[in-house]
Nanobody
Framework: QVQLVESGGGLVQPGGSLRLSCAAS????????MGWYRQAPGKQRELVAR???????YYADSVKGRFTISRDNAKNSVYLQMNSLKPEDTAVYYC???????????????WGQGTQVTVSS
C-alpha cells in the first residue's frame, strides 16, 4: 500500500505564511504528478497547485504569486509554501499523488488525510 502523510497546517493571521509538507511511503515504483487540493466548508474540493515528475507546474489563479509548490523526488515529498495568506485560503488542504506501485503498470491517485489551514485575525 501507499500512504501520504501531511504536516504543517495551523492558524495564521492574514498576511502570514505557512509551509505544508507531504511525504509518500510504501510500495512506490514511481510518482507522476503530485499536488495540493483544498476544500472549504460548503464548497467543492479544488485544485490549488500541481507539479509533474518533469517539474511542470500549475497554479489556481487564486493563489498565483502567493503559493509555491515544490517536490523532492528522493524523499517522495511535495511541499506548498503559502505566503500572503488571506481568510479565503481557509480550508482543509489535501495532498494528492499519482503513484505507480511496484510491480504494476498504471498509476493510482492517493490522498492524504488533510490538514487544516485557518487564516484569521
Amino acid at each position: 500500500q501507499v500512504q501520504l502523510v501531511e504536516s504543517g497546517g495551523g492558524l495564521v493571521q492574514p498576511g502570514g505564511s505557512l509551509r505544508l509538507s507531504c511525504a509518500a511511503s510504501g510500495s512506490i515504483g514511481s510518482i507522476n504528478a503530485m499536488g495540493w487540493y483544498r476544500q472549504a466548508p460548503g464548497k467543492q474540493r479544488e485544485l490549488v497547485a500541481r507539479i509533474t515528475s518533469g517539474s511542470s507546474i500549475y497554479y489556481a489563479d487564486s493563489v498565483k504569486g502567493r503559493f509555491t509548490i515544490s517536490r523532492d523526488n528522493a524523499k517522495n515529498s511535495v511541499y506548498l509554501q503559502m505566503n500572503s495568506l488571506k481568510p479565503e485560503d481557509t480550508a482543509v488542504y489535501y495532498c494528492n499523488a499519482a503513484v505507480r506501485r511496484i510491480g504494476t503498470v498504471n498509476s493510482i491517485d492517493y490522498w492524504g488525510q488533510g490538514t487544516q489551514v485557518t487564516v484569521s485575525s
